[in-house]
């Protein structure tokens, strides 16, 4: 018999692979017609596209990080109601337009928009946060859709509380990008490695719950 929830899981997960397929077509070098370009000058455009790589290995971490979670969720499922597939249907949204924040820190980096565009990177790393605590909220009030027994409940309690941690940090991190930028932006960078941890932990107090 079909999970319930598996039509839901397959379109989340084409959205995962397409926010993620789009962050690498903003990766290229241009090429001037007309102007000869030497092996030298083909490595300091390499070089110089410094930015675009951060900001597609970070943000493409992220969204795995972020599918790794929304598949850890979902598997607790046996159900859903309209609360849970409308803040779902938020987080995707929000991840189908994560190569426009990337694209703009990688164009604006190095510039005197700096500042304003990590500003503008980080606020959507909030919004990101957000609305993963929106979808684990909708689902932690609604335990009646959840499956049966007490490992299941433990462990989106465990989850919940780590993004509500994960929130107020990415929020912190936005506080101080306003005084520093590249601080922000390596701040910003050094929390997919609490996500990581966090789904790490995750899994390993649902393991321990089993026994």
Same mark, same amino acid.
């Given at each position: 018999? *079909? !999970?319930?929830?598996?039509?839901? *899981?397959?379109? =989340?997960?084409?959205?995962?692979?397409?926010?993620?397929?789009?962050?690498?077509? *903003?990766? &290229?070098? !241009?090429?001037?017609? &007309?102007?000869?370009?030497? $092996?030298?000058?083909?490595?300091?455009?390499?070089?110089?596209?410094?930015? !675009?790589?951060?900001?597609?290995? +970070? =943000?493409?971490?992220?969204?795995?990080?972020?599918? %790794?979670?929304?598949?850890k969720?979902?598997?607790?499922?046996?159900?859903? +109601?309209?609360? #849970?597939?409308l803040? $779902?249907?938020?987080?995707?949204l #929000? /991840?189908a337009l994560?190569?426009?924040?990337a694209k /703009?820190?990688?164009?604006? #980096?190095?510039?005197?928009?700096?500042?304003?565009?990590?500003?503008?990177? +980080?606020?959507? =790393?909030?919004l %990101?946060?957000?609305?993963?605590?929106?979808?684990?909220?909708?689902?932690?009030k609604?335990?009646?859709?959840?499956?049966? &027994? !007490?490992?299941?409940?433990?462990? %989106?309690?465990?989850?919940? +509380?780590? #993004?509500?941690?994960?929130?107020?940090?990415? @929020?912190?991190?936005l506080? @101080?990008t306003?005084?520093?930028?590249?601080?922000?932006?390596?701040? $910003?960078?050094?929390?997919?490695?609490f996500?990581?941890?966090l789904?790490?932990?995750?899994e390993? $107090?649902?393991?321990?719950?089993n026994?």
């Open positions: 018999m *079909e !999970k319930e929830t598996a039509r839901i *899981e397959a379109f =989340s997960d084409g959205i995962f692979a397409v926010a993620i397929t789009l962050l690498a077509l *903003e990766i &290229g070098i !241009k090429e001037t017609p &007309g102007i000869h370009c030497t $092996n030298a000058d083909f490595w300091n455009q390499i070089i110089s596209l410094w930015p !675009k790589y951060f900001a597609f290995f +970070n =943000s493409f971490a992220s969204v795995l990080l972020m599918w %790794m979670s929304h598949h969720i979902f598997r607790l499922l046996r159900s859903t +109601n309209t609360f #849970i597939i803040a $779902n249907g938020f987080l995707l #929000i /991840t994560v190569p426009f924040p /703009t820190i990688g164009e604006y #980096i190095e510039t005197d928009a700096e500042t304003a565009a990590v500003i503008f990177y +980080n606020s959507y =790393s909030v %990101m946060c957000l609305a993963f605590w929106l979808l684990s909220y909708a689902i932690l609604n335990k009646s859709h959840l499956l049966s &027994g !007490k490992i299941p409940k433990e462990s %989106m309690k465990g989850i919940y +509380n780590g #993004i509500c941690i994960g929130l107020v940090c990415m @929020i912190s991190i506080g @101080i306003f005084f520093s930028a590249y601080l922000g932006l390596l701040l $910003n960078f050094l929390m997919w490695i996500w990581a941890t789904t790490y932990l995750s390993k $107090n649902e393991k321990h719950l026994y």
